[in-house]
């Protein structure tokens, strides 16, 4: 039986996919891919199926701890995997709902006709969700003969919710949606803090615009927004952040490159290397070119900007085209200089390596469950490699920034200590060093000439977590 893909059940089906997917290893964004192109979504005539199923698919990652472990709970015979992610989908969905919302939710979806998908931050009653499920399990010869135990499964956790989420939530992973490693690492780095940061990473994050201020001032965009029916807040010398987020399509000026969704801890980035006309500038892990794009903004400069993945490497122009701007686009390996680099040397270097990217869950809540903990050294050893290579590339006088979205210490304060140790002639400078996700900031680390950080007077709230470190090469 197929579905209309309007329907929450279909679109639950859909994200069952997609979670079943990053179970086995595969990125949300691709798994989601995937799925659509498995249920033959358009792009275009069907994008509000495609955003539902996302949607559905993101909230999912957020509670898979506790779903997962709900349904280890609830079922004794393991019910194959389609029909086992299809229950934590809908676990999750009923986990989002406070336990009193039940009544008021089911007679307003009953009103709007209780079936159809309609994503939102209020989420879906429990009837749907429930309605739903039973009818996406239904509809497939692999989980038809189930849909009685997920009926009763998810019956079972309405009836139980409080006793069973005070069961499963003693496991540590189920009551945190992280695995027991990260909340070992967060513990240690973190003792006073670990609690929020580990909160953190399941509440939703605000859509900041970086405005190219060479085109427009902030306030002046704060002014368009409202005029276009928007609201936001002014949180950076360039950043505004929406009080709702909402598709690019519908800011002014979007189109025409005058603005760019961009974290506001990202936006720190750039200016740290304070260029100027005329300067050869290295962007070394590039894609997909947010950081490249606000470079170029910032001056009349001459970027050469290296990726490793080819495929991302293309919405790096893509990217710079919707902007008006150019640069050197390399598909090759930072660590490898002596592939791609002419001999010239650079004025500046960005070092925006890859990183466990635990600073920004909150907004990729796939990443979690992707990464392992051996991950983290392999990283580390691939953060040195890199820093360490393009440092000979730097000339006397410049500077390297180096930045991770990432808030564990191996990656961060750790890694500045052993660049300021092994680089040679290296001169550690002032910068906004560990900011954690939210509102939160630690206190930058003085530079080693108590000079001024360019980006720390103006340290916006509500960012990513980021690491920044500066090193200058002593002229
Ligand atoms: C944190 S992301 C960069 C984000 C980018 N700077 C921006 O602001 O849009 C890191 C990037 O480095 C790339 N990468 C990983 N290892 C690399 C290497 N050895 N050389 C070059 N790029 C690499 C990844 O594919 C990824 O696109």
């Not at 953190?200 to 085109?215: D, E, F, G, K």
């Not at 005329?278 to 990726?307: F, N, Q, S, W, Y």
Request: charged share 25%; hydrophobic share 40%; with cysteine.
């Amino acid at each position: 039986m197929r579905l209309p893909p309007d329907s929450l059940a279909f679109q639950m089906l859909g994200a069952a996919a997609a979670v079943r997917a990053v179970s086995e290893g595969t990125a949300l964004p691709q798994a989601i891919e995937d799925a659509a192109a498995q249920l033959r979504l358009d792009r275009v005539r069907d994008a509000a199926t495609r955003g539902a199923l996302q949607d559905i698919a993101y909230r999912t990652m957020r509670q898979f701890g506790t779903a997962r472990a709900l349904v280890t709970k609830l079922v004794t015979r393991p019910p194959g995997a389609q029909v086992d992610s299809l229950l934590a989908v809908a676990l999750a969905l009923l986990l989002e709902q406070a336990p009193g919302q039940r009544q008021d939710k089911d007679s307003q979806d009953a009103a709007q006709g209780a079936t159809q998908g309609t994503p939102g931050r209020a989420g879906y009653s429990t009837f749907t969700v429930v309605d739903q499920a039973v009818s996406a399990a239904a509809s497939e010869p692999k989980t038809a003969h189930a849909r009685g135990l997920v009926n009763a499964v998810l019956r079972r956790f309405l009836r139980e919710r409080k006793a069973l989420l005070a069961e499963v939530n003693r496991d540590e992973q189920a009551r945190w949606n992280l695995p027991p490693w990260w909340l070992r690492m967060l513990r240690e780095a973190y003792p006073e803090q670990w609690t929020d940061l580990a909160a953190s990473v399941n509440v939703r994050p605000p859509m900041t615009l970086r405005v190219n201020t060479a085109r427009v001032s902030v306030k002046q965009y704060q002014t368009d927004l409202a005029n276009a029916g928007l609201a936001g807040t002014v949180v950076g010398p360039q950043a505004v952040r929406l009080v709702r987020a909402v598709p690019v399509t519908q800011l002014p000026g979007f189109a025409e490159g005058v603005v760019s969704v961009q974290d506001a801890g990202a936006q720190l980035a750039a200016p740290l290397l304070e260029v100027a006309d005329g300067m050869r500038v290295l962007d070394a892990c590039a894609a997909p070119g947010g950081k490249t794009g606000h470079l170029l903004e910032l001056g009349d400069i001459d970027v050469t900007a290296v990726e490793s993945d080819p495929q991302r490497a293309t919405r790096i122009n893509e990217n710079l085209a919707r902007l008006g701007k150019q640069a050197r686009v390399v598909v090759g390996d930072a660590s490898r200089p002596a592939d791609w680099w002419d001999g010239q040397p650079f004025d500046r270097i960005l070092a925006d390596v890859p990183c466990s990217a635990s600073g920004i869950v909150r907004r990729h809540p796939d990443i979690r469950w992707l990464r392992r903990e051996t991950d983290i050294a392999k990283l580390v050893t691939e953060q040195r490699r890199i820093v360490s290579q393009l440092w000979p590339l730097l000339k006397p006088g410049g500077i390297l920034v180096y930045v991770t979205c990432s808030i564990f210490p191996t990656e961060g304060e750790e890694q500045a200590r052993w660049f300021g140790a092994q680089l040679a002639d290296a001169i550690r400078l002032q910068a906004p060093g560990q900011l954690l996700p939210g509102t939160r900031t630690t206190t930058p680390p003085a530079g080693e000439q108590g000079e001024k950080d360019p980006g720390h007077a103006s340290l916006p709230s509500d960012h990513d977590g980021f690491f920044y470190a500066r090193f200058q090469k002593r002229a």
